[in-house]
Structure formats: structure tokens, C-alpha cells
């Protein structure tokens, strides 16, 4: 073999040892970025559960994984089509037949009292409310009630319908209320003299704003609920590959590369399954969540008074008060 020979063999020798190595850095990366899962073999026969938002997403393999558990589970979604095809889908991989899709659009009040009561007509329990569904940096739209999209659709349709479901929450006790937030309510500021953004509109700041808004709710119901049996907690679900993102600039699109860094849909789904069924978390409410364990949230967050303010607003907003 002559010596431009054996250069060109040490050259692609090499290289495929550089590619190997960067092809096992990213496979590194990739799983460390997944962050925990949770792995306790907890069954869910007995337990009835609603999650919105759950044709897609974490929303989607969070209902897959109560279903693998026998859970009776209700896709609460307003694409009823892609509801349907999803429920279907689960119930083939799972064997399990008691998933059911239902309509609710969050962005209209109308609808959540509708959905409310006609689950109500169905089910005499809920062991698990799972507040999913979720809007992400939108232009400035308006749901049906005049609410400002993101507002409307992360807080007060949640809201409303959290309400409406307490008493049915309590009866079933010990159950549990989970509330997908995201770290980014530690940048969010409730704008009391503008909370609805007619006066002025950014759209990231006006996203904040809803997760901050997510956030107190649970501080604030929590303490509403002290002696119920009845538990609620927010959490951080993780920067996941969703259609979450589908409203992003063209900067988010040019982030594209770097999902190896956030987590798929699985792995974005397991705090929320640790929230809503690891058994030493029974009687822990009020907290925030990450990564699957207890996480400080932001000082906003901590603020008494503010999230008693929110919470009367968002009862005369979506007059929770009243029932049917």
C-alpha cells in the first residue's frame, strides 16, 4: 500500500470515528434532555379522568398512558375530527375502550358549561381533572366571550371549568386538579389595569401573563380547597416538540435545529402524570412542579393578594357563580 494510500485510509478512518462521535454525543443529549419519567406501576381501573387538549401533544400521550393503566378517560378537545382519530388510535394501542372524545373549546364559555353538563349526565365522579390545552403566542384574537386568546383559553376557560367541576372533584375525594403552566410565568406581570390587552398587545408578554395567571389560580385554589381532600398543583411540562409552537416568528423556527434539546411529547407528558397519580403526592397541593418533583415558583406567583384579585375577576368574567 503506498503512503497516499494508507493517508487516505487514516483520513476516512478518522472521519467515520468523528461522526460516530457526534452521532453518540447527540443520542447523549437527546436522552439527558427527556429529563425524568415516571416509572411507578400505578393501575387507574377505578379512576375516571378528563384532560384537554388531548388530540395532540402531551395532552394525547398523556391520555395514552392512563389508558395502558385502565382509566376512564375523557379526550376533552375542540377538533372533534382529530379528537376521534387520536381516541381511536389510543384505544388500539391500549385495548382499553372506555376512552371517549368530547367537544370543548375553552374559548368559549358557552362550551365548557356545555361539555360540563353533559359529562355531568355520564359520569357520577372525577377522580382526575388534568387542564392541558393550551395557546401560545398568538396575534391579538379574541375567543367568543371578548377575552383575549391567550387569557381566554389558558386561565379563564380553565377556570370556569375547574369550577364547575368541584363539586363533583370533592364527592370523589382524594382527586386531584392539575394545571399545566410553564416556567415562563416567572416573567409574567397580571396587568390589573389592562388585563384583557385592549390597551396595548405583545404577544409574549400576553402569554406570560396566562401562565402567570395559571400559576395563582392554584395558589389561590388550593387554599379554597384545604380539607377537601381535594388536591391542585401546577407544573412545568418542559420545552417539548408540540404544535404549541406552530404560531411561533420566523426566530422560533429558526430554533428548529436545536430541538435536540427539548423533549418529545412523551417526555413532556411526565410530570403531569407524576402530579396527577404518584401516590406520595396525595395530600401535596398548592405546588409547582418540574422534571417530576417540587420546584420554587416565581416571586409573581407568591403574591397573596394578587391571586385573590385574579381569582374574583375570573369569577365575574366567566360568572363561575353560577351554575347551569
Not at 48 to 66: C, H, Q, R, Y
Request: aromatic share 8%; with cysteine.
Amino acid at each position: 500500500m503506498s503512503e497516499g494510500e494508507t493517508d487516505v485510509g487514516a483520513w476516512i478512518g478518522g472521519t467515520i470515528g468523528v461522526i460516530i462521535g457526534l452521532i453518540l454525543l447527540g443520542w447523549l443529549i437527546r436522552r439527558i434532555s427527556q429529563g425524568k419519567q415516571f416509572t411507578k406501576d400505578v393501575r387507574a381501573e377505578n379512576k375516571v379522568v378528563i384532560v384537554t387538549g388531548s388530540n395532540a401533544g402531551i395532552g394525547k400521550e398523556t391520555v395514552l398512558d392512563l389508558a395502558s393503566r385502565g382509566a376512564t378517560v375523557y379526550m376533552a378537545c375542540r377538533d372533534m375530527q382529530k379528537c376521534d382519530e387520536a381516541r381511536l388510535h389510543i384505544i388500539e394501542k391500549t385495548g382499553n375502550s372506555k376512552v371517549y372524545a368530547r367537544k370543548l373549546d375553552l374559548g368559549s364559555l358557552e362550551s365548557v358549561r356545555n361539555f360540563v353538563k353533559e359529562f355531568l349526565e355520564e359520569e357520577s365522579r372525577l377522580d382526575i381533572l388534568i387542564n392541558n390545552a393550551g395557546v401560545m403566542n398568538l396575534p391579538r384574537w379574541e375567543t367568543k366571550d371578548g377575552f383575549e386568546m391567550q387569557l381566554g383559553v389558558n386561565h379563564m376557560g380553565h377556570f370556569l371549568l375547574t369550577n364547575l367541576l368541584l363539586d363533583t372533584l370533592k364527592a370523589s375525594a382524594p382527586s386531584r386538579i392539575v394545571v399545566v403552566a410553564s416556567d415562563v410565568h416567572k416573567y409574567g406581570v397580571i396587568r390589573k389595569d389592562d388585563l384583557n390587552s385592549e390597551k396595548s398587545y405583545n404577544k409574549y408578554k400576553a402569554y406570560f401573563q396566562s401562565k402567570l395567571a395559571n400559576v395563582l389560580f392554584v395558589k389561590e385554589l388550593s387554599k379554597r380547597l384545604e380539607g377537601t381532600g381535594v388536591t391542585v398543583n401546577s407544573l412545568h411540562p418542559g420545552v417539548v416538540q408540540t404544535e404549541l409552537m406552530r404560531h411561533q416568528s420566523i426566530v422560533g423556527k429558526l430554533m428548529i435545529p436545536f430541538r435536540i434539546f427539548q423533549k418529545n411529547p412523551k417526555s413532556g407528558a411526565q410530570t403531569q402524570l407524576t402530579v396527577a397519580l404518584d401516590p406520595d403526592l396525595e395530600k401535596v397541593s398548592g405546588k409547582y412542579f418540574d422534571n417530576c418533583k417540587i420546584k420554587e415558583e416565581g416571586s409573581a406567583a407568591k403574591d397573596d393578594e394578587m391571586a385573590k384579585w385574579l381569582w374574583n375577576i375570573s369569577v365575574e368574567w366567566t360568572k363561575s357563580d353560577q351554575r347551569f
